[in-house]
């Protein structure tokens, strides 16, 4: 056994690399790992030589308090910026400096903290854009609808129906996002980030601004789309109870810098990460 | 009652991706296209054909360019009367240099020449947005018009600093020139036209389009989806161009004949093409027809009615025209910013229960 199995209270993986969580789900080999990252913008440093790593098909939350670096952290991986110091190591490689879009094409998509769809197009339009990276045919072929276009359009439409039917939002199929409940958006920017079939799911906040039964069903749909697409997420939440529940493993950022990573009971229990969300007496 | 989506029943997504899902949209589409091939050329007068529904079609493409870059990619262009101006230009050599190409290629060929043009000044737009790409684009504007106007090379020397368009014709039909039949130039254009709308349809509805859009509503979530916003900026510039440049090249050809830079290419028909989309509806290709078909009908209308009926003099009538266009875009652009497109949609969504009010 790794260390970090015992750590983690399972048996480990018969792969060798990585472990059985204790409701049977494995957590595989590291997928992508960021080395000693550190990002300023002009003499402010956002993120201070922080290295953690995320394995296969674990939920992994990043949490902190408001300014600690956490959505700077997801900027970073999905190359929104580019950080001054430190590697990402992505399936075994190290990443050289790459645009978003060509970060997306590798297999990482996201969702926003404030909302970010496209607010003059449909639901169904909306998640076909997020299979953008998985279409191939040429502007040519789509001009004269012939071929591969429309042959594509359809394959795509068939597996946008299925995340469609798996997020159970059927019946604003055609509603202009612009329309839609604040709660419905949400779903509807998870459902455009699963359509790009990612390796790698990185969600900022979620949760933010639901109410409880709207959190338990985003909750449900983080859950489900890790157990039967066996996708990895990075999450970011300040519920610490969805936290607690969801994730396999936590990072915890204050100001910039990492003070804790493991297990969310191990996470809780820490001084450090105590004294950060609640303070310290100083007697 | 009548119009209703009840009972059309779609088993396959073919079925459902289709451009009129709905029955009655779709005869009705066909029935238009019948009468403007079929009935049109044959039953409107000469005066009609020339007047009203030759600039309809030329302004048309134009608009529909536009709405391509403006409407769907949400790059603001001040530059399309430059473009119709290097479309036009492009058929002028073309036609002297070339006598023996066909009037077809030569439309296509001016258009693929506005394209790499477009192209180039689409550049700017991967840096700057908004405002300060209009301005850009204004560059582009008043370049080609000084160009046009200064070297000699362009209108092959003439005297005057006018081109003027030789005769051509289609299966022995005379199309361009001062003795070609307003009909014949009609479906010409009209066949160009219908092509290129088709094109157009087919390209916003798939992959291109839906990066397009997703650029106007919200670049940074496009970028980080996988849109690359280099390949669909200057693709919406590329195409658009294209459209404009053949507009440019049958306003030339076609309608007027016979043409000079300054006044047949001057700003205002810029903003003529610009308050056409915002008119009939950015984003929408039946808003581009809509919009033309106003522009082109209410100056006309307008002028029969002050003029002809109420015998008013001519120049109150000009004047009075302009303050109701100018009149029209404020009211559009405060209560239907979506255009002449969205009246027909929400008309649309009302007769789907009329007469029953759930």
Known sequence: MTSEAIT????????????????????????????NITLRFGGV?????????????????????????????????????????????????????????????????????????????????????????????????????????????LAHREAVEKIIDFLEIQHIRRTPVSR????????????????????????????????????????????????????TIVLIEHDMGVVMDLSDRVVVMDYGKKIGDGPPDEVRNDPQVIAAYLGVSHE | MFYREAGDFKTSYREDMQ????????????????????????????????????PFLVWATAALGLNLLTGYCGQVSLGTGGFMAVGAFAAYKLMTAFPGMNIVFVVLLAGVVTAGVGLLFGLPSLRIKGFYLAVATLAAQFFFVWL???????????????????????????????????????????????G????????????????????????????????????????????????????????????????EVTEAFGIDKSFLVLFMIIIGGLGSILGSFLGAALLVLLPVFLKNVMVDILHWETYIAAHLELMIVGGLIIFFLIYEPHGLAQLWRLAKEKLRLWPFPY
């Not at chain 1, 209270?9 to 409701?23: F, S």
């Not at chain 1, 970010?116 to 449909?122: C, E, P, Q, T």
């Not at chain 1, 909750?219 to 039967?228: A, H, P, Q, T, Y």
């Not at chain 2, 280099?230 to 043409?259: M, N, Q």
């Open chain 2, 19 to 54: 451009t009129f899902p709905i029955r009655l949209d779709r005869r009705a589409y066909w029935t238009i296209v019948a009468l403007a091939f079929l009935v049109a050329p044959f039953v409107v007068n000469d005066y009609w054909t020339n007047a009203v529904l030759l």
């Open chain 1, 8 to 35: 983690h209270g399972g048996a480990m993986n018969p792969e060798g690399d990585g472990w059985v969580t204790p409701d049977g789900r494995h957590i595989g080999p590291v997928v992508l790992e960021v080395k």
């Open chain 2, 196 to 259: 290129l709308a088709w094109l157009a349809r087919n390209l916003t509805r798939g992959k291109t389009g839906r990066s397009w859009m997703a650029i106007r509503d919200m670049d940074i979530a496009a970028e980080i989806i996988g849109v690359d916003p280099l390949k669909a900026k200057l693709s919406a510039f590329a195409v658009s161009s294209f459209f404009v440049g053949v507009a440019g090249a049958l306003f030339f050809t076609v309608y007027l004949g016979s043409a």
């Open chain 2, 148 to 194: 046009f106007n200064k070297v000699p090379w362009f209108y092959n020397y003439s005297a005057s600093g006018q081109i003027t368009a030789p005769e051509r014709t289609i299966f022995g039909i005379l199309v361009t020139g001062p003795s070609a039949a307003p009909a014949a130039k009609y479906l010409f254009t009209l066949t160009i036209l219908f």
């Open chain 1, 180 to 231: 839609l409940p604040y709660g419905l958006q949400k779903r509807v920017e998870l459902a455009r980030a699963l359509a790009a079939e990612p390796k790698l799911l990185l969600l900022d906040e979620p949760m933010a601004g639901m109410n409880v039964e709207e959190k338990e069903d985003m909750s449900r749909f983080i859950l489900d789309v890790n157990d039967e697409f066996g996708t």
């Open chain 1, 45 to 153: 440093t956002a993120i201070k030589d922080i290295s953690f790593d995320i394995r296969e098909g674990e939920i992994r939350a990043i949490i902190g308090p408001n300014g600690a670096g956490k959505s700077s952290m997801l900027n970073v991986i999905s190359g929104f910026y580019h950080p001054q110091e430190g590697e990402i190591w992505f399936r075994g490689q190290k990443r050289p400096p790459m645009k978003p879009f060509q970060v997306a094409r590798q297999g990482i998509a996201r969702t926003f903290q404030n909302i970010a769809l496209f607010k003059g197009m449909s639901v169904l339009d909306n998640i076909m854009t997020g299979r953008i990276t998985l279409m191939r045919s040429t502007m040519a072929e789509e001009a004269l609808w012939w071929g591969r276009a429309e042959r594509e359009e």
